[in-house]
């Protein structure tokens, strides 16, 4: 059974920053590239972050592009989601996710995704 699991969230001021992880299990997904979206109340999810099956190579939002880092611990089936200088407007839940049809770091669009987690809340404060 395939499981994502994020966890690292929380309550955090505005500057400040959070790490999030996502555990996977139940397959290999060193074959595939996975990725980060987010989504605040009363908007649709939005991609964040994704990271190639390597790790060599990342693609952000452009919202967050500087501030965001996505890596990926194959070994662990780990991947995790470093954010700074966080932002009120970053306040959402952030998902793990994986396009099964994507393997390199591109812009993955909600309809591909295979495989989610259920969330971890994000809420920065002003």
């Known amino acids: 059974q395939v499981q994502l699991v994020e966890s690292g969230g929380g309550l955090v001021q505005a500057g400040g920053s959070l790490r999030l992880s996502c555990a996977a299990s139940g397959r290999t997904f060193s074959y595939y590239a996975m990725g980060w979206f987010r989504q605040a109340p009363g908007t649709e999810r939005e991609f964040v972050a994704s990271v190639s099956r390597s790790g060599d190579s990342s693609y952000y939002a452009d919202s967050v592009k500087g501030r965001f880092t996505i890596s990926r611990d194959n070994a662990k089936n780990t991947v995790y989601l470093q954010m700074n200088s966080l932002k009120p407007e970053d306040t959402a839940v952030y998902y793990c996710?994986?396009?099964?049809?994507?393997?390199?770091?591109?812009?993955?669009?909600?309809?591909?995704?295979?495989?989610w987690g259920k969330g971890t809340l994000v809420t920065v404060s002003s």
């Open positions: 996710a994986v396009d099964l049809q994507i393997a390199a770091a591109q812009a993955m669009g909600r309809v591909g995704v295979d495989y």
